[in-house]
């Protein structure tokens, strides 16, 4: 695994491994919640007649404590008890969507260090009956399951810091084509769809191909989590302080509501209540996903710090106990299915101090009653995929970037063939008309005499940028880019073209000479950036749930 340097055989302490929530935003029916904003669509055997209208009313509300323990009993329990542990371990493919090279793999930086991308998933799936008593849904068991907690797990290549990004789980975007490994079926594209969808259209690699296809951002692993897996590690955990700044009970009439009843002030939740706690939208602030969404990262944070500081384990009893839930609570790549890969993985995690993590939420705006992405989260994804720390205590970072290595040279500027597609339109401003022809006739005019404007509608490009479908025409792509002043790191390989594709970004709506725009560092203030090691924070209690 690129960046693995854990030292193999030895169980880590349990203060240097962390302790994840996966979260997610909307609304998935607590017990007995008639809730109606969430949806399924697209997975196996997905209806779309009343059985749909009813899955609209109950959507999730809960967040999986992925990364608890990573891997805890391994040595000293012996082989066949390894082997045991390496049995509980469920995994699946990576990635099954069909544009699998459209994020780059992540390069080493300048001391041959690799940044770790980790997908976190929580899946809504009622197929136990655990899982059903949890959920709360009597009319969903067996049915697709959807992703509806998807957190980005960033550990920088110098493992000076972590970043973690989670996605609204009714966020519209494109979902790729996937293929299921298991039983060879095929899902067409999709565009405008809830990103939660993608888990029932394949199984979790479809996910992560959605996240590289919204973000380019290379994801290394995934790891994937149920209702009872969360509970089962909760508990095998111990008690996590949350606070509350009045009493609460997460309770209506009409039964909606987790079911979370606290007195005001800070409690030790595990268990059962530990998922009402990572479920609860009526309640908190203005009962919205936002709410929740902070309520889950201010559970992930205090995890973190109870493991690191309070929670060392002698008793081999309750360390098999936290082995046995970890391996049984995931699902995981096929790069994570061994006992000593998770060891090595625990081993970068525990590298990371606590008040350099930073949890973060993809600042969205609304679009009916679902949300999509701003131009905030693409400067979010940016930052990770520039492996740019989001507490903003990084170094000074080099703004040149290194020349790439070109197998194959440009061909002369009249044999190559350009389609340059309109990207100009943005959040706040319409797309510029004419915008691509004008760009054609520049080409033209430098010499490209193939080139031609795609008479297609204007989407929504952030930044300029030249694509290539294959390695014999990077050379092409490169010259097309420094006839237009395109810097070469603007150049990207992605099979979603067929050739050499300008596409003219938001970044130049007008002139002859494209700028690149200057670089902003800086974690949107949208993203809700909060650190690890903040002890202060409290969930607000909204007065018409207190008790």
């Known amino acids: 695994m690129a960046g693995s340097s854990g030292v193999r055989g030895e169980v880590p302490a349990v203060e240097d491994t962390m302790s994840l929530t996966a979260q997610e935003k909307g609304e998935k029916s607590e017990k007995g919640e008639p809730a109606g904003d969430g949806r399924r669509g697209g997975g196996r055997g ?47 493919d990576l990635n099954i969507g069909d544009d699998k090279d459209r994020a780059a793999d992540t390069k080493a930086n300048s001391a041959g260090q ?106 290394d692993h995934f790891m994937m989590i149920d209702f009872s897996g969360v509970v089962s590690m909760a508990d ?43 479920r609860t939208r009526y309640g908190f602030e203005d009962d919205t996903d936002l709410a929740r969404a902070k309520a889950q990262h201010m559970y992930m944070n205090s995890m973190v710090r109870e493991l690191r500081a309070n929670a060392k384990l002698t008793n081999p009893n309750k360390l098999r106990k936290l082995a046995e839930a970890a391996t049984k609570a995931i699902t995981v790549d096929d790069g994570l299915d061994t006992i000593t890969k998770m060891y090595d993985l625990a081993g970068e995690l525990q590298k990371v101090p606590t008040d350099r993590i930073t949890m973060t939420t993809m600042p969205n705006r609304y679009q009916g009653s679902r949300v999509v992405p701003t131009e905030d989260a693409k400067q979010l994804f940016r930052l990770v995929r520039e492996d740019i720390a989001l507490d903003g205590k990084d170094a000074k970072k080099a703004t040149a970037s290194p020349s790439p290595t070109v197998t194959d040279a440009a061909a002369p500027n009249d044999r190559i063939a350009v389609q340059v597609h309109n990207g100009t339109y943005s959040d706040t401003l319409g797309a510029v008309r004419g915008r691509a022809t004008a760009v054609t006739e520049l080409l033209t005019g430098k010499g490209f005499t193939k080139a031609v404007a795609d008479t297609s509608p204007a989407t929504a490009v952030a930044s300029t940028v030249v694509r290539y479908p294959s390695a014999d025409l990077q050379g092409d792509a490169l010259a097309v880019a420094k006839a237009l002043g395109v810097p070469a790191a603007q150049v990207k390989k992605s099979t979603a073209v067929s050739g050499v594709t300008v596409l003219v970004g938001a970044d130049w709506r007008s002139g002859t000479a494209y700028k690149a725009p200057v670089k902003d560092d800086k974690t949107p203030d949208t993203a809700g950036a909060i650190n690890a090691s903040d002890t202060t924070q409290c969930m607000h209690v909204d007065p018409a749930y207190t008790w």
């Open 114 to 219: 690799t940044a770790l991308n980790i997908l976190l998933i929580g899946s809504d799936a009622r197929d136990t009956a655990a899982n059903q008593k949890l959920g709360g849904a009597k009319y969903d068991f067996g049915g697709p399951p959807l992703a509806d907690v998807q957190m980005l797990l960033h550990i920088s290549a110098d493992r000076s810091n972590m970043s973690v990004v989670s996605m609204p789980r009714d966020t519209l975007l494109d979902i790729p084509r996937c293929t299921d490994p298991d039983d060879g079926k095929t899902y067409g594209a999709l565009q405008g769809e809830m990103t939660n969808v993608s888990l029932g259209r394949g199984g979790p690699g479809c996910t992560v191909a959605t996240w590289e296809k919204l973000t380019d951002i290379h994801i």
């Open 236 to 278: 095998a955990i111990g008690g996590v302080p949350v606070c509350v700044d009045a009493n609460v009970y997460s309770h209506t009439s009409t039964g909606k509501g987790s079911g979370l009843k606290l007195e005001e002030g800070t409690h030790s939740v595990k268990g059962k209540q530990a998922l009402q706690w990572l």
């Open 46 to 92: 997905a209806g779309r007649g009343p059985d749909r209208k009813r899955r609209r009313r109950r959507a999730l509300r809960w967040s999986a404590t992925v990364l608890a323990v990573v891997i805890l009993g391994a040595a000293g329990a012996g082989y066949l008890y390894y082997e045991h542990l390496n049995a509980n371990i469920k995994h699946d």
